[in-house]
């Protein structure tokens, strides 16, 4: 059996979310983004954590808003970033946004 990592396009973003369907079982979804996405939108899509999103070279905007995120990281490489929407979350520890130097705060 191949590990999943082996099977990972090098220039792939990957975000782990939870499937509604297990009772008290988190198990991993993994979604295949484009690198060169300047937009992505992540409302109600049940994601629990953030990462690999390094090959995220050209992303102005996301918007994580209605998940389960916990903690805000990995976003130190994000540096095009313009907006970032994380609201209804379950947020406790932010971390890196003061290298995110083009975000804009509304």
Do not use: M, V, Y
């Given at each position: 059996m191949a590990n999943n990592?082996?099977?990972?396009?090098?220039?792939?973003?990957?975000?782990?979310?939870?499937?509604?369907?297990?009772?008290?079982?988190?198990?991993?979804?993994?979604?295949?983004?484009?690198?060169?996405?300047?937009?992505?939108?992540?409302?109600?899509?049940?994601l629990t954590k953030l990462e690999n999103l390094e090959p995220l070279r050209k992303i102005r905007r996301l918007?994580?808003?209605?998940?389960l995120i916990k903690k805000i990281e990995n976003l130190d490489t994000l540096t095009t970033l313009v907006e970032l929407e994380?609201?209804?979350?379950?947020i406790v520890i932010i971390e890196n946004l003061d290298v995110l130097v083009n975000l804009e705060y509304k």
């Open positions: 990592e082996d099977n990972k396009s090098e220039g792939s973003a990957e975000i782990e979310g939870e499937n509604e369907n297990e009772e008290n079982e988190e198990t991993e979804k993994i979604l295949i983004i484009d690198p060169d996405s300047e937009e992505l939108d992540f409302n109600h899509s049940r918007c994580f808003t209605w998940n994380l609201r209804d979350n379950q």
